[in-house]
T-cell receptor, first 113, second 113 residues
Framework: GNSVTQMEGPVTLSEEAFLTINCTYTATGYPSLFWYVQYPGEGLQLLLKATKADDKGSNKGFEATYRKETTSFHLEKGSVQVSDSAVYFCALSAGGQGFSFIFGKGTRLLVKP | DVKVTQSSRYLVKRTGEKVFLECVQDMDHENMFWYRQDPGLGLRLIYFSYDVKMKEKGDIPEGYSVSREKKERFSLILESASTNQTSMYLC????????????FGPGTRLTVL
C-alpha cells in the first residue's frame, strides 16, 4: 500500500541555519507530493507541492524536489527563522477520489534565536 | 480566499454526551474528510465523504458517525463521548481535480471530562 515516512523530530536549529527534513514514500503509480505546515494552535496549511517527477515545489523560501528514482521529497530551506517553528507534514495523493491521501507523522521544528 | 470553517475552536464535554462537530467549506468541493490528531500518532482519518449523503470509513471510525446532507457541510458525531476521544479534530476538503490537494479548517480541540 501507499505510505509516507518522514524523519522524527523534534529538529532544533539556530536562526539562519540550513534545514532539511527528509521524506520518502511508497506508492503505486505516479503520486502527487505535498508538504503541509501546522503552526501552533492552527490547522494544516499547504506549503508546497509537486505533481510529477523532477518537479520542484517552492514557497516562502522552502523547496522540495520530487525524486522518483529515490522516492523522496525532502524539504529544505537555506536560512530558517524563528517564525518557521511549526510541525511539517509530508503527504502524497495517489489520485482517485481524494481518500488516497496519506500523511507522514509530522516533524516538529523549533528554531531558536 | 478559499475557506474551511469549523464550528468551534475549543469544546469541553462530559462523558456520555452526544457531541456534534460541524465543518463547512465554500469551495464547492466534492470530497470532505474528518481526521483526529494526537501527539506521536500524526493525523488519522476517521471518515470521509465523496458526495452528498455518501460516506466511507477511514482508519479509526469506531465511536464516530458522520452526516453529509449538503455538499458544503460535513458533520462528525460522537454518539456517546468518552475520555479517549479527547483530541484535536481537523476537517478538510478537496476537489476531484487539482491533484487532490486538501484544504484544512483550523481544528477543534475537544476535551471530554
Amino acid at each position: 500500500g501507499n505510505s509516507v515516512t518522514q524523519m522524527e523530530g523534534p529538529v532544533t536549529l539556530s536562526e539562519e541555519a540550513f534545514l532539511t527534513i527528509n521524506c520518502t514514500y511508497t506508492a503505486t503509480g505516479y503520486p502527487s507530493l505535498f508538504w503541509y505546515v501546522q503552526y501552533p494552535g492552527e490547522g494544516l496549511q499547504l506549503l508546497l507541492k509537486a505533481t510529477k517527477a523532477d518537479d520542484k515545489g517552492s514557497n516562502k523560501g522552502f523547496e522540495a524536489t520530487y525524486r522518483k528514482e529515490t522516492t523522496s521529497f525532502h524539504l529544505e530551506k537555506g536560512s530558517v527563522q524563528v517564525s518557521d517553528s511549526a510541525v511539517y507534514f509530508c503527504a502524497l495523493s495517489a489520485g482517485g477520489q481524494g481518500f488516497s491521501f496519506i500523511f507522514g507523522k509530522g516533524t516538529r521544528l523549533l528554531v531558536k534565536p | 480566499d478559499v475557506k474551511v470553517t469549523q464550528s468551534s475552536r475549543y469544546l469541553v464535554k462530559r462523558t456520555g454526551e452526544k457531541v456534534f462537530l460541524e465543518c463547512v467549506q465554500d469551495m464547492d468541493h466534492e470530497n470532505m474528510f474528518w481526521y483526529r490528531q494526537d501527539p506521536g500518532l500524526g493525523l488519522r482519518l476517521i471518515y470521509f465523504s465523496y458526495d452528498v449523503k455518501m460516506k466511507e470509513k477511514g482508519d479509526i471510525p469506531e465511536g464516530y458517525s458522520v452526516s453529509r446532507e449538503k455538499k458544503e457541510r460535513f458533520s462528525l458525531i460522537l454518539e456517546s463521548a468518552s475520555t479517549n476521544q479527547t483530541s484535536m479534530y481537523l476537517c478538510a476538503s478537496s476537489s476531484t481535480d487539482s491533484y487532490n490537494e486538501q484544504f484544512f479548517g483550523p481544528g477543534t480541540r475537544l476535551t471530554v471530562l
